[in-house]
């Protein structure tokens, strides 16, 4: 379970406890779960080795991709905007972090795009115009199907809560589910009990072999 738009050193540490794959911060200041530097250091320095680390951008230049992932010690970055191929080998190679790309999922052709990104994770995530992730909106999880074969692991999000999330991992069988909305008691701030709800339900998901 990756949780995303982390913003406080508490909320990080509770999805630690709780068995978090990933804690995300977003480096993308029109977002409402805009993470300050100073504060992703501090979450940085305190979670490293518990927990990934993950930040997400959208179309930053690439030495503001490398600095921020040097301070904040990340060890994923995700990239959410129009970024390239080129561009997301670069940034894994500057910063020696894993790579996620990112897609908005409009329709088949945003699963299928993703195939020219040979990156470490793909991530699919709900669309809605103007937005970039954080849409609290689900995706047509039936798409998922049309990724080829040795594609690489697939990271779902969009619209995830604890009463969605089982149905999620039923549907797409993905190798982690990436929340931020769904266990919020505000943009940017975790509510610790929707936090153990949605752990708990993604917990009882079974995957059809």
Request: charged share 25%.
């Amino acid at each position: 379970m990756k949780i995303c738009g982390v913003t406080r050193l508490e909320d990080a540490e509770l999805a630690a406890t709780l068995g978090a794959w990933a804690v995300g911060m977003v480096f993308y200041e029109p977002s409402t779960r805009s993470c300050g530097v100073s504060e992703a250091e501090l979450i940085g320095a305190a979670m490293q080795r518990r927990v990934e680390l993950a930040g997400v951008f959208v179309n930053a230049p690439l030495e503001e991709v490398v600095d921020v992932s040097q301070r904040a010690r990340l060890t994923l970055v995700q990239l959410h905007g129009e970024e390239g191929p080129a561009y997301c080998s670069e940034v894994a190679r500057r910063t020696g972090a894993r790579t996620i790309k990112a897609a908005s999922v409009k329709g088949l052709y945003s699963v299928r795009d993703l195939e020219r990104f040979h990156t470490d994770f793909h991530l699919l995530d709900g669309h809605a115009p103007g937005l970039r992730g954080g849409t609290g909106r689900t995706f047509d999880w039936s798409l998922v199907a049309a990724r080829h074969h040795g594609a690489p692991p697939l990271i779902i999000g969009g619209g995830l809560d604890p009463d969605s999330v089982a149905d999620a991992v039923e549907a797409t069988a993905p190798y982690a589910v990436d929340v931020a909305s769904g266990v919020e008691a505000a943009p940017g701030v975790k509510d610790p009990e929707r936090m153990r709800a949605f752990f708990e339900a993604a917990a009882k998901a079974t995957v059809a072999s």
